[in-house]
């Protein structure tokens, strides 16, 4: 198999955007040019950031990006042509806290290490895929991830507190601080507004769902007369 080279004017601007973080050997590119799909796609190179600063400036420079953490998806998300991120390596960071009532944990964390963490705690996280001996935390909360046991009570968004977000403009925000409202309306008015209806809209869709339960309860199968 020929492999073709990359392009030099996106290595430069990836160089110039985060210095020191492409991988082009042959090695790095067939490395990761498949996940748990059928597909094969080699990228030009794999970047390996190292904190979400630097995916962000990632993110500011325009160029076509994939994110892959553990590559276990079955569709193909995690294989590319182009640039292919790497929030696996390192972002592996596990921090219990409150006795194991929380835990902080960044995307290339395995589910299962995260749970190992917690188990002398007597605790879990909620969403338990199959794949989650080797799944990471990046791809469980991408996907909403759930499980054969946590059905949607104790899928990922419900297990979730906060999140520290990389947004495509590249702006971070972190869901858990005091002034993050305020942060995103200033920083991305817009997205704060579509947001903001989306909000409404979901609030009257389950206003009009518990008045439809309550109807439902007040009749009968028989129906009236």
């Known amino acids: 198999m020929s492999l073709t080279a990359p392009d030099p004017a996106v290595l430069a601007a990836v160089e110039a955007a985060v210095p020191g973080i492409a991988r082009a050997r042959a090695s790095d590119r067939l490395g990761l040019a498949h996940d748990a799909s059928h597909y094969l796609l080699t990228p030009q190179a794999v970047l390996v950031p190292e904190s979400a600063e ?3 400036a990632l993110l ?11 590559g276990t998806s ?9 640039l292919l991120v790497d929030t696996r390596r390192h972002f592996r960071g596990i921090e219990v806290l ?10 290339g964390a395995v589910l299962r290490q995260v749970n190992a963490r917690l188990a002398p705690y007597g605790r879990k996280l909620g969403p338990d895929p199959a794949s989650e001996s080797a799944c990471t935390i990046g791809g469980v909360v991408a996907n909403n991830s759930s499980g054969m046991t ?16 990389v947004l495509p403009s590249g702006t971070v925000i972190d869901t858990g601080a005091p002034d993050a409202d305020e942060r995103l309306r200033t ?3 817009a997205l704060a507004e579509g947001l903001a209806r989306l909000r409404d809209r979901v609030r009257k869709i389950r206003t009009r769902c518990v008045a439809s339960r309550r109807s439902s309860r007040s009749r009968t199968p028989w129906g009236t007369g």
């Open 74 to 82: 079955l569709s193909g998300q995690a294989v590319s042509e182009h």
């Open 187 to 189: 920083l991305e008015p």
């Open 60 to 70: 500011r420079t325009g160029l076509p990006l994939t994110f892959r953490s553990g």
């Open 98 to 107: 409150d006795g194991g009532k929380r835990v902080r944990v960044q995307p």
């Open 150 to 165: 946590c059905g949607t009570h104790a899928n990922t968004y419900r297990t979730l507190e906060s999140m520290t977000i």
């Open 54 to 56: 630097q995916v962000a």
